[in-house]
C-alpha cells in the first residue's frame, strides 16, 4: 500500500504544480475546489451554479494559499477520475 500511496502522491504533485502554472485567480480556483468537492461528496449530482456558489464562497473565506488550494484540487480530480475509470497506478 505504501507504494501505492507513494505513486498517487506524485501524481497529485505533478497536476498540482501544472495547475498552479495555469495563474488561475484565487476566487477560480475557489470555485473549482467547490466544483470538485460536491463532485466527490455526490458522483450522480447536479449542482446548481447557486450551491457551487456558496461553497465557493466559503473556500475564499476559510481555505488556504494558493498552492495548497491547486494541491487539494488536483488531488480530488484524480481521486474522481481513479474512481470513475477505475483506474490503477
Not at 475557489?30 to 461553497?55: G, I
Request: charged share 30%.
Amino acid at each position: 500500500m505504501e507504494e501505492f500511496e507513494k505513486k498517487l502522491n506524485e501524481e497529485i504533485n505533478l497536476a498540482a504544480y501544472y495547475l498552479a502554472k495555469e495563474n488561475h485567480p484565487y476566487d477560480t480556483l475557489c470555485w473549482m475546489l467547490a466544483e470538485k468537492r460536491l463532485m466527490y461528496k455526490n458522483p450522480e449530482t447536479d449542482f446548481s451554479d447557486e450551491l457551487v456558489k456558496q461553497n465557493a464562497a466559503i473556500n475564499y473565506y476559510s481555505c488556504c494559499d494558493y498552492d495548497i488550494m491547486c494541491w487539494l484540487i488536483a488531488e480530488l480530480d484524480i481521486l474522481l477520475k481513479y474512481e470513475f475509470y477505475g483506474r490503477e497506478i
